[in-house]
């Protein structure tokens, strides 16, 4: 729980998305269950387990999206993954774009 919220919260603020769904996983790697969260509700949450700070994980997007800002080429796919064992992104040149974006993408 404590190291997906992070970005979960940043994603679903930055989208304006009020309420987000997360899934929780045993040791092996199976899901146990699911929660429903107000998106707004999620730092105060995690706050009282001392998880992460707001300021903190918001630094951290915006490292990571002047790093993509500076590192992807127009035109190009790219696939970016918290590689194993979770400990970097790693940013790898696609192939191809998958069709479910790529329709998204016309459709905007």
């Given at each position: 729980m404590k190291f997906h919220h992070c970005s979960d919260e940043i994603q679903s603020f930055l989208a304006g998305v009020p309420y987000i769904v997360i899934g929780f996983r045993d040791?092996?790697?199976r899901l146990v269950r699911t929660e429903r969260l107000r998106t707004k509700d999620i730092t105060q949450r995690v706050k009282m387990k001392n998880y992460w700070q707001g300021g903190v994980c918001l630094a951290f997007a915006d490292e990571v999206l002047c790093w993509l800002y500076g590192t992807v080429k127009e035109n190009e796919d790219y696939i970016l993954q918290f590689a194993p064992p979770f400990t970097r992104l790693e940013l790898l040149?696609?192939?191809s774009c998958p069709d479910a974006i790529s329709n998204h993408v016309q459709q905007l």
């Open positions: 040791d092996g790697g040149q696609a192939q």
